[in-house]
């Protein structure tokens, strides 16, 4: 089963997009190939379900992160090796001997591209499985890891006799130097047909050590952890020091969502870091279901179907929807989900913030008690109606009320980012537009 995780959610927590500022996607993207982005992109953009898929993979980042290793392999020679044996494959030797015959001939008389790329391609794969060779006998021998099945399986490769003797037998080719068109021709058939199934794992290993080093690296200069993942009846989140991973300076804070307390209900002032926590807390449950790092000293989860947010829902002025009527649709999609018995991470901020505070009053509190009784699911609710949650301790057990505040300094609020138990009434918005002088200006421009 895929992980839900639509373009409002996606947009809302930042997570993907090479080309957005400050995604999370572009914190790991630090990949020095294009086949290593490439698998980066198809990790990042399919959360695992598995919790047992989920605990493997961040147990191989664990194990890069405490062992550090470099990327020794050249991008260039990597691409040029791949160009070269997606080319075509080889089934037949005398085949094979033909047509490179008539290149070479072709290359003797006007010089033949195609002929060069194939030295070019040849010598590239060979440099490569040399380095590789190198860099196994460099790793030692890591019996207990759990990456050792794949470091195995591409010993075993680099270990026939044919490619020992290849490649104790070659010293490292210069690009662009002649390769005589015997040797050519073996090396050509030999990577195109007879070892191109151990080359394309060969290269599906290269792609996967650029991920799991680029990524180990990020958490290690971060100081990120990794989450447990437990199964979806578990119906947990617990988060020890939890902060934003793409903040340098974000205060940490601590988190606890279980089946008898899934809801969070949050207030706190304008800036006081409620949009910032609910971001914190979906991007963190994102990663985790990666196997990725995140910010935290440690994490617990049960896995989910996946995450609904409503932060920043746009009107949408083609349909004609109002900012109110696209927060209901908003609210509708994830009712409709949460209905079919989806296990999912919402977060509602600022519910029915387009519309009336009688209406937002009335209808914050219905849909909080509505979507509270299905506990197999984990919310958070920020709203700035504080009178919601008087009402809702009076009828709902299973929501925890949590407030970030704010200290006065005479006339400057100033924002902690703790969070504390309860509810606040803090309401610094007329003492902020005063601190600006709206109204001086206002009326110093009628004067």
Known sequence: MSFIADKQSLDDLNLTGKYRPNSIYNLFSQVKTTGGEKLLDAMFNNPLTDPDAINRRSAIFVFFQQHPLDFPFCKDKIESAEKYLNDRSESNKILSTVNLLKLNIVHIAVRSE???????????????????????????????????????????????????????ASDSPKEDVHIPFLKLNHLHFFFRGTLREELNYFFKVLYELDVFIAVSDVARSKGMSYATAWPASATRFDAVDLHHPALDKA????????????????????????????????????????????????????V????????????????????????????????????AGKNLLVLFDELFKGTNVKDAYDATLAVSEGFAQYTNCLYVISTHIIEVGDDLQK???????????????????????RLQEGITNDKQGMMIIKNERILEIIEGAIV
């Open 114 to 168: 195609e002929y060069l790329d194939i030295i070019k391609g040849v010598q590239a794969t060979l440099v490569l499985l040399q380095e590789m060779s190198l860099y196994l006998k460099k790793l030692g021998d890591f019996a207990q890891h759990p990456y050792a099945a794949d470091f195995s399986r591409l010993k075993q490769t680099l270990s026939r006799p044919a490619i020992v003797q290849l490649l104790s």
């Open 304 to 339: 989910l179907d996946g995450i609904y947010s409503s932060i920043n829902v746009p009107d949408n002025l083609n349909m004609g929807y109002s900012h109110f009527y696209a927060e209901v649709l908003r609210v509708k999609e994830v009712a409709l989900q949460v209905s």
């Open 251 to 302: 205060v940490s804070n601590s988190i606890s969502l279980t089946r008898d307390q899934n809801v969070l209900f949050l207030t706190g002032a304008n800036m006081a870091g409620k949009s910032t926590w609910m971001k914190t807390i979906g991007t963190s449950m994102y990663l985790a279901h990666l196997g990725f790092p995140i910010a935290a000293d440690r994490c617990d989860f049960s």
């Open 395 to 417: 009828t709902c057990g299973n929501i925890q009320f949590k407030y970030l505040p704010t200290i006065m300094e005479g006339a400057v609020p100033r924002y902690t980012y």
